[in-house]
């Protein structure tokens, strides 16, 4: 089994900078660039989509100190599943691995690499390509950041580093437009500012996804919710919210790899989550501003229709390459951070063996690279955006349980390692973990009363019944 000092031949190479760009990147993806649409739809006003943004900041920021204190306890790659593991016992850190490495980061990695090609293709042609090419340039976009993170974690965590500027620097960019240039172009706005007639390059949405006139930002909002209902509108809102703030566990999976990793994982999670938060609040008060309640609502390419407002020449080449650059450095992320879990598993006996070793020369987890590699391009060839999205939904919904399991997790390790060193501790314990741990579960039944997300658990129902029989066969008595 892994011990604290096992590094199992992984190198100490990523810095402060390095880590909390993982992080950064890992949370901010191109959902950022359309999710606020559906945020603002069931939020029902501009105020009240920017108040559930903040709320859900809050409890993102609640779970960074949460997951800060477990970095700095379990400062090593694959400490994520060594968590699980310590607190509940091998099986839930083996369904927590198996279901993010087999569908959740790999599933994630197939819908990020088309959407990265699909951008790419507008940024070079102004159209998108057919649904083969797609697919197939896809898979050549994930096999090139398998090739670079196959020779070293350096190679993945520069390639991370250079996109988190340029996707931060993007979204800055869009509020500067919003704060200098809204008013007067807004107000005359030509009435197809927003419309087009082709499918969008950037979404692939419909020709009439978005019609009518550019909204007016003087226009009013729709009426402020009653007090009766605005706090079940909030609710909501928060479902694609917190997903959208997800990623801050990528810190836990690398720390075999980060130098000081005690101070500097739970430093990278914090400061990350905080530059997140910050950056989601601009771009959020930005569309608003450029585009108004309804068109933020009726968009169905919002960063592209905000910018066209004020730039409607170069502006969706900028925004398609603008996602492109976001959609290539999360795809990055998953095959950066994911296969560390499968590579700890593995080198504490509960997956198999070869994956637990690094590659001599390179010093990286090559077998678990590849293997996660390998089924994000089967999903991405075999079945499409679509088909994958149907799996991520389901899955994603599990993998909110998790993070209620890591959080109550906290609360077991105070109790059985009482006195185990913490470099880090959570303030106000217990109650910023508890609150975590509340908003994600009033998430998870918020989530389970929209029937997309309640239809869609069925499918991470059964991908954790397949994990419990192959857990059962193969690794219960290792």
């Not at 940024?123 to 649904?131: E, M, N, T, Y």
């Not at 993007?170 to 437009?177: I, P, Q, R, S, Y």
């Amino acid at each position: 089994m892994m011990t604290s000092g096992d590094d199992g031949g992984l190198r100490r190479v990523l810095g402060p900078l390095s880590t909390t760009c993982i992080v950064v990147g890992a949370i901010i993806g191109v959902g950022i660039f359309f999710t606020p649409s559906e945020v603002a739809e069931a939020a029902g006003s501009a105020d009240l989509a920017m108040l559930t943004w903040g709320v859900g900041g809050v409890l993102a920021l609640l779970g960074a100190l949460t997951f800060a204190e477990l970095g700095g306890l379990y400062p090593r790659t694959g400490a994520h599943y060594q968590i699980l593991r310590d607190a509940f016992g091998p099986l839930v850190g083996f369904l927590m691995v198996f279901c993010n490495s087999t569908a959740i980061a790999a599933g994630a990695a197939a819908i990020i690499g088309i959407v990265c090609a699909q951008n790419l293709a507008t940024v070079v042609s102004g159209d998108p390509l057919g649904d083969l090419a797609t697919r197939g340039l896809a898979a050549s976009l994930i096999v090139s950041l398998m090739v670079a993170n196959f020779v070293g974690v350096k190679w993945g965590s520069s390639i991370q580093n250079v996109t988190v500027f340029a996707k931060v620097a993007t979204l800055l960019v869009v509020t500067g437009l919003a704060f200098f240039m809204a008013p007067d172009a807004v107000a005359g706005a030509a009435p197809d500012a927003v419309t087009g007639a082709a499918p969008d390059a950037v979404t692939g949405a419909a020709p009439d996804a978005v019609t009518g006139a550019a909204p007016d930002a003087s226009s009013a909002s729709p009426p402020d919710p009653q007090p009766s209902v605005w706090y079940a509108l909030l609710f909501a809102g928060l479902v694609p919210t917190l997903f959208s703030f997800g990623g801050w566990q990528h810190a836990l999976w690398i720390g075999g790899e980060v130098k000081n990793p005690a101070r500097t994982v739970p430093f990278a999670i914090v400061v990350g989550i905080s530059i997140v938060v910050v950056v989601y609040l601009l771009a959020n008060w930005a569309y608003l501003r450029l585009l108004g309640y309804e068109g933020v609502v009726a968009s169905e390419a919002l960063a592209a229709d905000a910018v066209k407002v004020v730039w409607p020449g170069p502006g969706r080449r900028l925004i398609a390459g603008a996602v492109a650059l976001s959609a290539f450095g999360v795809l990055n992320a998953q095959l950066l951070s994911g296969p560390r879990l499968l590579w700890g598993m593995a080198r504490d006996g509960r997956f198999f063996a070869p994956f637990g070793r690094v590659h001599d020369r390179f010093a990286t987890p090559v077998l678990a690279i590849a293997l996660m590699g390998a089924i994000a391009i089967g999903l991405a060839v075999a079945a499409g955006e679509k088909g994958v999205g149907k799996i991520m939904t389901g899955v994603v919904f599990i993998d909110a349980i998790f993070f209620v399991l890591t959080g109550l997790a906290l609360f077991v390790l105070r109790r059985v390692n009482a006195d185990a060193e913490r470099p880090v501790r959570v303030p106000f314990y217990p109650w910023v973990p508890g609150m975590f741990v509340a908003g994600e579960c009033a998430v998870i039944y918020g989530a389970f009363q929209d029937p997309r997300y309640r239809d869609a658990a069925v499918i991470g129902g059964v991908w954790i019944i397949v994990g419990l029989v192959l857990y059962a066969l193969y690794f219960r008595r290792r």
